[in-house]
């Protein structure tokens, strides 16, 4: 199965912006549906935002017109660009098939903080 590596996270300021990106180790061109989720402190993992083909996406309320998601099939790779932050977005971002396959990756830790 594909393996995927989340990278781009960081120490933000509220109201900045992140562009993750998650780099898959083959061929995502098949793959109908990617997402992105989280999972903040204490709390039960969650998608956030998906991308399937033919364009379509789909966000979570708390995140939509704040969060962009896309994919680039040529590069094997799937962005979040994050807008607007705050702190209730501080979390453990992971990407990964919808629905999700077994496998996992570190995924990539975004702070929201003053």
């Known amino acids: 199965q594909v393996q995927l590596v989340e990278s781009g996270g960081g120490l933000v300021q509220p109201g900045g912006s992140l562009r993750l990106s998650c780099a898959a180790s083959g061929s995502i061109r098949s793959i109908y549906a990617m997402g992105w989720y989280r999972q903040a402190p204490g709390k039960q993992r969650e998608l956030v935002a998906t991308?399937?083909?033919?364009?379509?996406?789909n966000y979570a309320n708390s995140v939509k017109g704040r969060f962009t998601i896309s994919r680039d099939n040529a590069k094997n790779t799937v962005y979040l660009q994050m807008n607007s932050l705050n702190p209730e977005d501080t979390a453990v971002y992971f990407c990964n098939l919808v629905p999700p396959n077994s496998y996992w990756g570190q995924g990539t830790q975004v702070t929201v903080s003053s």
């Open positions: 991308t399937a083909s033919g364009g379509h996406t």
